[in-house]
């Protein structure tokens, strides 16, 4: 069973094409479902072109089937299971909830991706719901929103890395929540790390998921849900064991500073707590510049007027608390970020405008 906003169908009666003068929001998805169990074997997804330009990409509905199985099985849903999707239907996230629906034979409610979606959802339990964090982010800013959350037996948060604040507060949640490892070549996820756990997050394969690392610990995938053949990513890890792992950054976004290779995404969950004290709310990220005794320096980039005498207090502090080589040496401030369309930074049309 789907409910689209408020108008519930059966398998059967999507299978159909009946779709009852369906919102366009809601008709894209409509078709996507009615595709999928009418027989459809092919799928074009685009990437969010958040490492580069978006790109199409082809996947089989065996790639489909089997990431929904994994997940299944991981979480160990049964067919009725309740969920949510206020994901974008049109991108790999939202899609792969409409999928799972229609595999478990799930109870799906599909409402528009805002950044709080449980305005109206208060009082309602779901087995299962994904979220970005932004929409993490802004439902727990309200008690409303937190007692919402409270109704939630699983969560996986995917999209871009949680902060360590907002982690620290979705350890207090009842239910399990997870950060995910994925991308659209492998339909989704083929990851989970359990944020409720201390220390780094750690995180562990899917069913029938094989990973390895090359020389330069980039990170290997083999996986049903990746059409089985071995996956280069450009993921740097550290392995922990045959199923698990640590994401360190990008291999194309290494900082060599005077010999230090430094990742700017590790690094910018250390500097998180600093960017909420100086700058709080402000869209940030790490990158390398050029600089001639050091070959590059680490670069702190906020979406933000040029504000000076805090931009110092930030690096002063920074200089106290950080590792000798985690403080940025020198801030650059940009009013507006350029973003992708799925709502990343996108860091090169954003380095443009300086």
Known sequence: MITFGTTTFTLNQIQKGDEKQLSQFYREAFVFCWEWLNGKEAFTL???GSTGPPKNVSVSRKQLVESAKATKLFFGFKEGCKMLCCLDTSKVAG???????????????????????FKALINEYFDFVALVPLQVEK???SSNGIKALEQIQNIIIGGAALSPRLREKVNNLPGRVFQTYGMTETVSHIALADLK?????LYKALPGVAIKVDKQNRLLIHAPMGGNTWLQTNDVVSLQSEETFLWK???DNVVNSGGVKLHPEEIAIEIEGLMGQYFPGRLFFLTGTDDESL???LTLVI????????ASLLLEEGRTILQRFHCPKQI???????????GKIDQLRTLAKC
């Open 249 to 251: 950054g990008r291999a």
């Open 46 to 48: 685009q990437t969010s």
């Open 295 to 297: 070959g590059q320096s």
């Open 139 to 141: 439902t727990m800013a």
């Open 197 to 201: 756990d201390s220390g780094a997050l």
């Open 95 to 117: 899609k792969m909830m409409l999928v799972r629906a229609m595999e478990w034979k799930g109870d799906l409610r599909v409402i528009p991706p805002e950044s709080n979606p």
């Open 332 to 342: 650059l401030f940009i009013p507006k970020f350029s973003l992708t369309s799925s």
């Open 303 to 310: 979406q933000a007027n040029e504000t000076a005498d805090k």
